[in-house]
């Protein structure tokens, strides 16, 4: 009965426009050259050839959750546990941030310490100093620390769903849990923040049927932008054994996003070249992803941050520079945060009319 009921939710979707079907995804030879080549237009279209080039920042790698699939989850007692000190990264953006560079991304654990003592102070610093647009990663927080982050400057969240599915979210022990986690999402875009999101392709058990949810769930929700990362085992994680995440279904994943919403900012993610050594980053942007990002963590501390394992792929600016040349792209000098206050969505009430059409129809 529920199988009856959920394939027929499918099929009822296959036809509406925008809305991948298992087709897409699975897709690989002159179809699948096909669909990114038109992905990759439907981006011009919306953006030309501008890619927005972003630092990201681990400031910490605490955590209080314990996602089975990430290596910063709290059960991993062979990390070894590091905060950053704000004076020290403020330095290191205001004197060694990368021309290219527009935006800055702070990431870490589970972290509200960090969230205070490291992300606050050096965001009024970088509010101060520079033009760059912030954007935070810091998972789940209390309104108050949300709302003191946005004082202080940052206007871009990133909080991924993670996944579309219940039942599996809380089996991964993904953060508190997936109704929580969109509703989080639904209130920092009420409250002003422009809200970024992501999924991740490949996770152990994974159905098409999971990976096809993951596209109704994004498009429900008042998002500015979505990411699909290839899921890469953990070493110190209950998950160290199982497969990577596959490239291809990444790369299709991408350009179904990006016909499902052209205006969305899209990244390519550097963990695609883990998933496929040499040449996924810049198939990466040939499916119309329109966001890189540079790492900037300080090396002596970089190997502490591990989301997924040893030989972490670290993009350098030489390298994002020329990728982005390679794909006929440039970086834009606009930064991100400026690009979403300049393009507000239809009164930003769009995403609920449609999620409230959507909810209408299932
Ligand atoms: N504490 C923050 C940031 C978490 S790390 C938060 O809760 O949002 C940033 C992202 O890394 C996660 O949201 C998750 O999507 C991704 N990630 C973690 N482990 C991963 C893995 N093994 N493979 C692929 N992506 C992973």
């Given at each position: 009965?529920?199988?009856?009921?959920?394939?027929?939710?499918?099929?009822?979707?296959?036809?509406?426009?925008?809305?991948?079907?298992?087709?897409?995804?699975?897709?690989?030879?002159?179809?699948?050259?096909?669909?990114?080549?038109?992905?990759?237009?439907?981006?011009?279209?919306?953006?030309?050839?501008?890619?927005?080039?972003?630092?990201?920042?681990?400031?910490?790698?605490?955590?209080?959750?314990?996602?089975?699939?990430?290596?910063?989850?709290?059960?991993?007692?062979?990390?070894?546990?590091?905060?950053?000190?704000?004076?020290?990264?403020?330095?290191?953006?205001?004197?060694?941030?990368?021309?290219?560079?527009?935006?800055?991304?702070?990431?870490?654990?589970?972290?509200?310490?960090?969230?205070?003592?490291?992300?606050?102070?050096?965001?009024?610093?970088?509010?101060?100093?520079?033009?760059?647009?912030?954007?935070?990663?810091?998972?789940?927080?209390?309104?108050?620390?949300f709302a003191a982050l946005k004082d202080a400057g940052a206007t871009v969240n990133i909080l991924k769903f993670e996944m579309a599915d219940?039942?599996?979210?809380?089996?991964?022990?993904?953060?508190?849990?997936?109704?929580?986690?969109?509703?989080?999402?639904?209130?920092?875009?009420?409250?002003?923040?422009?809200?970024?999101?992501?999924?991740?392709?490949?996770?152990?058990?994974?159905?098409?049927?999971?990976?096809?949810?993951?596209?109704?769930?994004?498009?429900?929700?008042?998002?500015?932008?979505?990411?699909?990362?290839?899921?890469?085992?953990?070493?110190?994680?209950?998950?160290?054994?199982?497969?990577?995440?596959?490239?291809?279904?990444?790369?299709?994943?991408?350009?179904?996003?990006?016909?499902?919403?052209?205006?969305?900012?899209?990244?390519?993610?550097?963990?695609?070249?883990?998933?496929?050594?040499?040449s996924g980053y810049a198939r990466g942007l040939g499916t119309g992803a329109n966001l890189v990002t540079i790492n900037l963590t300080p090396?002596?501390?970089?190997?502490?941050?591990?989301?997924?394992?040893?030989?972490?792929?670290?993009?350098?600016?030489?390298?994002?520079?020329?990728?982005?040349?390679?794909?006929?792209?440039?970086?834009?000098?606009?930064?991100?945060?400026?690009?979403?206050?300049?393009?507000?969505?239809?009164?930003?009430?769009?995403?609920?009319?449609?999620?409230?059409?959507?909810?209408?129809?299932?």
């Open positions: 009965m529920l199988r009856w009921r959920l394939s027929g939710i499918n099929f009822s979707r296959m036809n509406e426009p925008g809305v991948p079907t298992p087709a897409m995804l699975r897709s690989r030879g002159r179809d699948q050259a096909k669909l990114h080549e038109r992905a990759a237009n439907a981006a011009r279209a919306k953006f030309g050839d501008r890619v927005f080039v972003r630092a990201v920042v681990e400031i910490s790698n605490f955590c209080r959750e314990d996602c089975r699939y990430c290596g910063m989850r709290r059960s991993n007692r062979a990390l070894t546990r590091l905060r950053a000190r704000a004076e020290q990264l403020t330095e290191l953006l205001l004197q060694h941030t990368p021309a290219s560079v527009t935006d800055v991304n702070l990431q870490a654990g589970e972290d509200p310490v960090a969230a205070r003592e490291v992300a606050l102070p050096l965001i009024r610093a970088l509010r101060k100093e520079t033009d760059l647009g912030i954007s935070v990663c810091l998972g789940t927080l209390d309104p108050a620390l219940a039942e599996n979210y809380s089996q991964f022990s993904a953060p508190g849990t997936l109704a929580e986690r969109t509703e989080t999402i639904r209130y920092l875009a009420a409250t002003g923040w422009h809200v970024s999101s992501g999924f991740i392709e490949g996770l152990p058990g994974q159905t098409e049927e999971d990976l096809l949810a993951n596209f109704s769930l994004a498009r429900s929700l008042p998002l500015r932008g979505c990411s699909v990362s290839p899921f890469i085992p953990g070493e110190e994680t209950p998950l160290a054994d199982a497969r990577t995440g596959e490239a291809e279904v990444t790369l299709n994943c991408m350009a179904a996003l990006r016909l499902m919403r052209p205006d969305w900012v899209i990244p390519a993610v550097s963990a695609l070249n883990l998933a496929q050594p040499g090396p002596e501390v970089r190997k502490d941050y591990l989301l997924y394992k040893r030989d972490r792929f670290i993009m350098t600016e030489e390298r994002i520079l020329d990728e982005i040349a390679r794909a006929g792209l440039t970086p834009s000098r606009q930064s991100l945060a400026e690009y979403y206050k300049s393009n507000p969505v239809n009164g930003a009430k769009a995403p609920h009319a449609e999620q409230r059409a959507e909810a209408a129809r299932t």
